[in-house]
């Protein structure tokens, strides 16, 4: 099994790194880096700079005309940079779409970014200045940024959405993913449930036993996004049907299906991972530090936030 697991996807608070230092290592005192800071401002003749009460410094790079909202979801492009100016890691226009947060959930990383974008709108480009115990902690990011260090985050914000216009979105491509299936052979097949999750059976047996709601069934399961790509797969591996252990969509799905039926489950990201976790940076191997000092979970390298899974599940056997 990879390094998904098919796992509900709870609250997931994400944490510092004061567990991950070694016991020797000092951690700076909050205001030689606060001076430290005060001294780049002075030294690149930044005077807009204003000082939250999180004690970050941010300062407006363009600002936008729209007004934040704290519970939208924020599509945006990243650079970070260390106190010389080095960039340590960007994702821009130039490599694709932008990454998405939802705000105020605490699913953010690092800390001090889950509360810096809650002031910030669509059109806003503003640069933060984070002192280690809002950034990194202990954690090197790279040779250019060491362990506790102060980090240089420019956000740029190119849209925001309602978790309302997200659900539309997904059914809207959940409904285009059934249009472009091929079902002439396969008549009755498709299952729209009210939750917005879809079931098309590809392997159909109205004679066999019905997955109950309680007990242990084991499944084949792949897992692939909308695109096409597989983020996983898995031979026998057992729900226990009505423990919650599990995603919704998953359980939800299987709750319509009967012993040997193969079946797309088609599932909206609210009924998946929903806001998941994203970092800062986002790229893999960071992530994959982030997992192994346990301060995001497994799921949180593997599915962005808000993204519609599909899931292709054969019911193996039930116990």
Same mark, same amino acid.
């Given at each position: 099994?990879?390094?998904?697991?098919?796992?509900?996807?709870?609250?997931?608070?994400?944490?510092?790194?004061?567990?991950?230092?070694?016991?020797?290592?000092?951690?700076?005192?909050?205001?030689?880096?606060?001076?430290?800071?005060?001294?780049?401002?002075?030294?690149?003749?930044?005077?807009?700079?204003?000082?939250s009460?999180?004690?970050?410094?941010?300062?407006?790079?363009?600002?936008?005309?729209?007004?934040?909202?704290?519970?939208?979801?924020?599509?945006?492009?990243?650079?970070?940079?260390?106190?010389?100016?080095?960039?340590?890691?960007?994702?821009?226009?130039?490599?694709?779409?932008?990454?998405?947060?939802?705000?105020?959930?605490?699913?953010?990383?690092?800390?001090?970014?889950?509360?810096?974008?809650?002031?910030?709108?669509?059109?806003?480009?503003?640069?933060?200045?984070?002192?280690s115990?809002?950034?990194?902690?202990?954690?090197?990011?790279?040779?250019? +940024?060491?362990? =506790?260090? %102060?980090?240089?985050? *420019? &956000?740029?914000?190119?849209?925001?959405?309602? @978790? !309302?216009? #997200?659900?539309?979105?997904e059914?809207? +491509?959940?409904? =285009?993913? %059934?249009?472009?299936? *091929? &079902?002439?052979?396969?008549?009755?097949?498709? @299952? !729209?449930l #009210?939750?917005?999750?879809?079931?098309?059976?590809?392997?159909?047996?109205?004679?066999a036993? *019905?997955?109950?709601?309680?007990?242990?069934i084991? @499944? !084949?399961?792949?897992?692939?996004?909308?695109?096409?790509?597989?983020?996983?797969?898995?031979?026998?591996? *057992?729900?226990?049907?009505?423990?919650?252990?599990? @995603?919704?969509?998953?359980?939800?799905?299987?709750?319509?299906?009967?012993?040997g039926?193969?079946?797309?489950?088609?599932?909206?990201?609210?009924?998946?991972?929903?806001?998941?976790?994203?970092?800062?940076?986002?790229?893999?191997?960071?992530?994959?530090?982030?997992?192994?000092?346990?301060?995001?979970?497994?799921?949180?390298?593997?599915?962005?936030?808000?993204?519609?899974?599909?899931f292709?599940?054969?019911?193996?056997?039930?116990?």
């Open positions: 099994m990879n390094k998904l697991c098919v796992l509900a996807a709870g609250v997931w608070l994400l944490t510092g790194l004061t567990g991950c230092k070694d016991k020797d290592e000092p951690l700076p005192l909050p205001e030689e880096q606060d001076l430290a800071i005060q001294n780049y401002l002075a030294e690149n003749e930044i005077d807009s700079a204003t000082k009460d999180q004690d970050f410094y941010y300062f407006p790079v363009v600002e936008g005309n729209s007004l934040p909202n704290s519970s939208n979801i924020i599509s945006f492009y990243y650079t970070v940079k260390n106190i010389d100016g080095v960039v340590v890691a960007s994702h821009t226009a130039g490599n694709g779409e932008p990454i998405k947060a939802q705000r105020n959930t605490k699913t953010i990383y690092p800390p001090g970014l889950d509360e810096a974008l809650q002031i910030l709108a669509t059109g806003d480009s503003y640069v933060f200045i984070f002192p115990h809002k950034a990194y902690g202990t954690l090197e990011v790279s040779g250019e +940024l060491p362990a =506790n260090s %102060i980090a240089i985050i *420019e &956000i740029e914000v190119v849209a925001e959405e309602s @978790i !309302n216009q #997200i659900r539309q979105k059914l809207q +491509l959940i409904n =285009n993913y %059934i249009s472009d299936f *091929e &079902i002439s052979n396969n008549p009755d097949t498709v @299952i !729209n #009210i939750s917005g999750l879809s079931i098309i059976k590809t392997k159909r047996d109205k004679q036993v *019905e997955v109950p709601s309680s007990g242990t084991a @499944i !084949n399961w792949t897992g692939k996004f909308f695109s096409g790509d597989s983020f996983g797969s898995e031979s026998g591996f *057992e729900v226990n049907m009505g423990a919650d252990e599990v @995603i919704t969509g998953l359980e939800a799905g299987l709750n319509n299906m009967r012993l039926e193969e079946a797309q489950l088609l599932i909206p990201s609210e009924m998946a991972y929903g806001a998941s976790v994203q970092t800062v940076p986002h790229s893999a191997g960071f992530q994959d530090v982030l997992i192994e000092k346990q301060i995001i979970p497994d799921y949180g390298a593997v599915i962005p936030p808000y993204r519609p899974l599909i292709e599940v054969t019911v193996v056997e039930y116990q």
